[in-house]
């Protein structure tokens, strides 16, 4: 078997990359109900980049080994273990470190997965997918033909919506941040894509021509917040799930005292901690299907070897990248 390596990291810092190498460990003895994975594929996300830095809401304790998804495959089985096989893919435990060559899991926390399904696209199944679809299925009842509102458009989680609201019928309209990021969002789909600014209502408000919007998904944060909101249908929701701006949400009395806008928060970890298996196990297996169909895909930017992890976090955490930056620690 192959040298097992993994990315850790003992502090953090403002610079993610120069907190983080790859390191030699040692894989301890399997016990009754575990299994031995070989990772395939594992994202870099934004949650992953400030945990680096010390800038997520949840933070594990140090030292750590980073990721926070991925997929693999089963090698091996500890004794007495059963109801998985040796060869099956699945996707790796939330939250578990998923920046490694192998890992130990839990036989009964893993989801089988269609093995015909592309690697890379499975590796990003376990959070921005299920954000998205949470997104449009928790907080307001939606029909074909009904219309919601994004910013983030062009981030993942943004393609994601675009394309689990067109499979149901449900048209959208995306903001995004810069005029050269409006482009890639209609090539995926988007019924209408703007770019933010004071003027966003009445733009808005011609683009669908006064049709009402029903949900608006925030994850800036400031006054897009404010903006989005103010765009939406009489006790319509606006629901944010991020703060890329860095700077707290805005919202207007006025939308809320007269329009009866309700706001609320969406945080996938909660979603993990109080929903039960069951239910997760279901969600995840509509989606891989979906991804094995062809129905849902992320643009891939990169993929690196475990061994450049420092490129790797770095160029995850620039800027205007075109898609994710994704570790492939097993090539063979």
């Known amino acids: 078997m192959q040298a097992k390596l993994q990315a850790r990291y003992a502090q953090r810092g403002a610079v993610p990359e120069a907190v983080i190498e790859t390191v030699p460990f040692e894989l301890p003895a399997l016990e009754s109900g575990e299994v031995l994975l070989e990772v395939l594929a594992a994202p870099i996300n934004p949650s992953d980049v400030l945990t680096l830095t010390g800038q997520y809401g949840s933070l594990p304790p140090l030292p750590a080994v980073g990721g926070n998804e991925g997929v693999g495959r089963v090698i091996e089985l500890g004794p007495d273990t059963g109801g998985?096989?040796?060869?099956?893919?699945?996707?790796?435990?939330?939250?578990?470190?998923?920046?490694?060559?192998?890992?130990?899991?839990?036989?009964?926390?893993?989801?089988?997965?269609?093995?015909?399904?592309?690697?890379?696209?499975?590796?990003?199944?376990?959070?921005?997918?299920?954000?998205?679809?949470?997104?449009?299925?928790?907080?307001?009842?939606?029909?074909?033909?009904?219309?919601?509102?994004?910013?983030?458009?062009?981030?993942?989680?943004?393609?994601?919506?675009?394309?689990?609201?067109?499979?149901?019928?449900?048209?959208?309209?995306?903001?995004?941040?810069?005029?050269?990021?409006?482009?890639?969002?209609?090539?995926?789909?988007?019924?209408?894509?703007?770019?933010?600014?004071e003027d966003l209502v009445a733009r808005v408000k011609e683009a669908v021509d006064g049709a009402p919007i029903k949900l608006a998904i925030d994850a800036v944060g400031g006054a897009s917040t404010r903006r989005l909101a103010s765009t939406l249908a009489e006790s319509?929701?606006?629901?944010?799930?991020?703060?890329?701006?860095?700077?707290?949400?805005?919202?207007?009395?006025?939308?809320?005292?007269?329009?009866?806008?309700?706001?609320k928060g969406f945080w996938l970890a909660r979603w993990f901690r109080t929903t039960n298996l069951a239910a997760q196990v279901k969600l995840f297996a509509g989606l891989a299907a979906l991804i094995a169909e062809g129905k849902l895909s992320a643009p891939v930017e990169a993929t690196y070897d475990l061994s450049q992890i420092k490129e790797a976090v770095a160029a995850a955490a620039k800027g205007e990248r075109a898609g994710k930056v994704i570790l492939v620690p097993n090539h063979s």
């Open 84 to 197: 998985i096989a040796v060869g099956q893919v699945v996707l790796l435990p939330v939250g578990s470190g998923t920046w490694t060559t192998h890992m130990v899991a839990n036989a009964a926390r893993l989801v089988p997965l269609p093995e015909v399904a592309d690697y890379e696209q499975l590796s990003m199944l376990a959070v921005n997918p299920p954000t998205a679809a949470l997104l449009l299925s928790d907080f307001v009842e939606l029909q074909p033909g009904d219309w919601i509102i994004q910013n983030a458009a062009n981030s993942a989680v943004g393609s994601y919506v675009i394309q689990l609201a067109a499979l149901r019928g449900i048209r959208t309209v995306n903001v995004v941040r810069r005029e050269s990021a409006v482009a890639g969002v209609e090539g995926q789909g988007g019924d209408v894509v703007v770019v933010d600014g």
């Open 236 to 263: 319509a929701t606006i629901v944010t799930y991020g703060a890329l701006s860095g700077t707290p949400s805005e919202l207007s009395a006025r939308d809320l005292v007269f329009n009866d806008v309700t706001a």
